[in-house]
């Protein structure tokens, strides 16, 4: 039920779209307008999309499919001693339904057969925490605003934690 497809520059709508909706309780929090709300949202989603590009030239991006629909995107930078999951975003409506899970099970379970580490920065405090720590994510380097963490496939307790 759940498909990786290539990112696609036809895709563009739909990513901002996405990238909209992980974004939209900070421009009520900050109290921007409409206009305000278009226009920071338009500026960051074309800064994180230039910085992806530059930093991880070599990534797989993938468009996530449920059923049919465009649900969300993953992108994956693999190394030689490790595999970095860039970003994986859902949309609201897809949310809390585990396709977020089986799409790191599937990282994990790749890791595992190259014995190689996989990491990730997820923003201090965000939700996604708690969802890494029950995959069985360490934190590795803690930031002002990011935090590093990492699953080690040679670890004793990795895995999922219910």
Known sequence: MIELVP?????????????????EHEAVA????EREAAAFFTMQYDLQRRSYRMQFPDAEH????????????????RGQSDTLLVDISLMKEFRGQGIGGSLIRNLQEEV????????LHVLKHSPAVRLYERFGFKL???????????????????????
């Open 30 to 33: 900050w109290g921007f307008g």
């Open 140 to 162: 590795a380097e803690p930031g002002d605003v990011y935090d590093a963490m990492e699953w080690d496939p040679s670890g004793m307790d990795n895995g999922r934690k219910e």
């Open 112 to 119: 595992r057969a190259t014995g190689s580490l996989l990491r």
């Open 7 to 23: 990112a696609r520059p036809e895709d563009e709508a739909f990513l901002y779209k996405l990238y909209v909706s992980t974004r």
């Open 62 to 77: 993938s468009i996530v499919h449920y059923g049919k629909q465009p649900a969300g995107r993953i992108l994956v930078s």
